[in-house]
C-alpha cells in the first residue's frame, strides 16, 4: 500500500511514476486527495469541539467550588458530546473509502526500472553458463518423461483435470532431490527454514497484495474465509502482522518449500503442453525482512542466492531488469532468473526476485523499532523463487538429455537421490 502522505503530498509525482507501468490512476488519486481533505476537515472540527470540552471542565470545576450553578455548561456540554459523536460517525467511512482506493493502487516504481510496456522490453543484465548444444534433435521434457514412463499427465486430467501430472519414479525422486538441495543450499547462506500453512485467511492475501487486485487467481475453500497459496510469499510475509520488530532482529531471512496453487486465470491456451504451467507446482521461496536503507543490496543478494542453485546444478541462464510495464502490481523492482530450455521453448523464467519497499509492510502493518531514535517505521520486504521446482525439473531434462532417451544427473544432486 502506498504511503498516504506521499500520496496527497505529490500526487502529479505519484500519477507520473504509476503512468510507467501504463496504469492511469490520475482520477484514484484525485479521489483520495478530496477524501484526506474532507477527512482532515472533520479532525479539526473534533479537535476544536475536544479543546472547548476541556476548557468547559475547567470552568465547570470552578464554578462547582465557588459554589455556583453550572448547569447551563453542562448542558451545553452534552450537545458538543454528541456532536464529536456524530462527527467521529462520519470519519470511519472516509477512512474506509480511502482505504479502499489505496488497495487498487499498484507500488511506486524505483528509478533503477527500465522504462517500457511489455517483456520484449526487459532488460537483459548478463548471461551465465553456455547453452547445451546436442549432436541429436533435442526432446521437449514431456516427451522425455512420457517415453521414460516418469510423467504421466493422462491419468492426472483423469483424476483432477487439466494442468495437473503424475511425478513417478525418477521424477519423483528428482523432485524430492531437488527441495532437500535447495533448501540445503539457501540454509548455507544463512535462511532459516520454515514451513507454514498452505491454507490462508483473505486479510494475509491483503497484506501482500494479491487481494483485492487478483483475486481471481486464487482457489477458494468454499464455505470458508480460507484460500490455497498461490506461493509461499503469503504465509511467511505475514508471520510477522501486526508486529515491531527490533532494529537489532534485521534482517530477517527465511525459506520455505510448499506447493504452489493457482487458477492460472487469463493464461488459456497458454503453455498447455508439459509443467511449465500447472494449477499445483512446487517452489522453495526466500522470504526477507530488512532495513529500508538496505533494501536495494538486500535484492542483488537475494538474486545471487537463487542463482547460485542455478550454477551448482550447471544450468545456464541469464538475469533480466523487468521493465515498469512488466514489473508486478506490488514490487517496486524485479529481476527475473531465465532458465535455458533448448527444446525451442528459449529461456524460462524459474525465479522473480523482488524489492517490495513498504508496499506490503504498509498492508500486514509490520515494522521496527529504530535502536538509536525508538522510532517506529516500517520494514521493507522481499521475495523470490530459490527456485521453481517444477521448471528446475524441466530444465534438467531438457539440458541433461541423452539421446537414447535417458537423461543424466548433475554431480551436486547426486547426494540427495538415496
Not at 482532515?40 to 470552578?62: D, H, M
Not at 525508538?374 to 539440458?399: D, W
Amino acid at each position: 500500500m502506498l504511503d498516504l502522505k506521499k500520496v496527497v503530498s505529490a500526487p502529479d509525482e505519484v500519477i507520473q511514476n504509476l503512468k510507467k507501468r501504463g496504469a492511469d490512476v490520475s482520477s484514484s488519486v484525485k479521489q483520495i486527495c478530496d477524501l484526506d481533505n474532507r477527512r482532515k476537515e472533520v479532525i479539526q472540527k473534533v479537535e476544536k469541539l475536544k479543546q472547548s470540552r476541556n476548557e468547559a471542565s475547567q470552568e465547570i470545576a470552578k464554578l462547582k467550588k465557588a459554589g455556583q450553578d453550572a448547569g447551563p455548561i453542562l448542558e451545553k456540554m452534552k450537545s458538543v458530546a454528541e456532536e464529536v459523536k456524530e462527527l467521529d460517525a462520519t470519519l470511519a467511512p472516509i477512512e474506509a473509502d480511502i482505504h479502499q482506493i489505496l488497495l487498487q493502487l499498484p507500488n511506486l516504481l524505483r528509478e533503477t526500472v527500465p522504462d517500457g510496456t511489455s517483456e520484449s522490453q526487459n532488460r537483459e543484465e548478463r548471461v551465465v553458463g553456455e547453452k547445451k548444444t546436442f549432436s541429436f534433435p533435442a526432446r521437449a521434457h514431456f516427451e522425455i518423461g512420457e517415453q521414460a514412463g516418469i510423467l504421466d499427465f493422462k491419468k492426472a486430467g483423469e483424476v483432477t483435470g487439466a494442468r495437473f501430472v503424475f511425478l513417478k519414479g525418477q521424477a519423483a525422486r528428482l523432485e524430492r532431490a531437488l527441495i532437500q538441495f535447495m533448501l540445503s543450499e539457501h540454509g548455507k547462506r544463512g535462511y532459516e527454514e520454515i514451513l507454514p500453512p498452505f491454507i490462508v485467511n483473505s486479510h494475509a492475501l491483503e497484506g501482500t497484495g494479491q487481494f483485492p487486485k487478483f483475486k481471481e487467481d486464487v482457489f477458494k475453500l468454499e464455505g470458508f474465509d480460507y484460500y490455497l497459496i498461490p506461493t509461499a510469499e503469503v504465509p511467511v510475509t505475514n508471520y510477522y502482522r501486526n508486529e515491531i520488530l527490533d532494529e537489532k532482529m534485521l534482517p530477517q531471512k527465511f525459506m520455505a518449500y510448499t506447493p504452489c496453487f493457482r487458477s492460472e486465470a487469463g493464461s488459456y491456451g497458454k503453455d498447455t503442453k508439459g509443467m511449465k504451467r500447472q494449477h499445483q507446482f512446487n517452489k522453495v521461496e526466500l522470504v526477507k525482512f530488512v532495513h529500508p536503507e538496505r533494501s536495494a543490496e538486500e535484492l542483488e543478494s537475494l538474486v545471487g542466492d537463487a542463482e547460485n542453485i542455478l550454477k551448482k546444478l550447471e544450468l545456464p541462464y541469464r538475469i533480466v531488469s523487468l521493465c515498469a510495464g512488466d514489473t508486478g502490481f506490488s514490487s517496486s523492482h524485479t529481476y527475473d532468473i531465465e532458465v535455458w530450455s533448448p527444446a525451442g521453448a528459449g529461456y524460462m523464467e524459474i525465479s522473480s526476485c523482488s524489492n517490495f519497499g513498504d508496499f506490503q509492510a504498509r498492508r500486514a502493518n509490520i515494522r521496527y523499532r529504530d535502536a538509536a531514535t525508538k522510532k517506529v517505521q516500517y520494514v521493507h520486504t522481499l521475495n523470490g523463487s530459490g527456485l521453481a521446482v517444477g521448471r528446475t525439473l524441466i530444465a534438467l531434462l531438457e539440458n541433461y538429455q541423452n539421446e537414447d532417451g535417458s537423461f543424466s544427473v548433475p554431480d551436486a544432486l547426486k547426494k540427495f537421490l538415496d
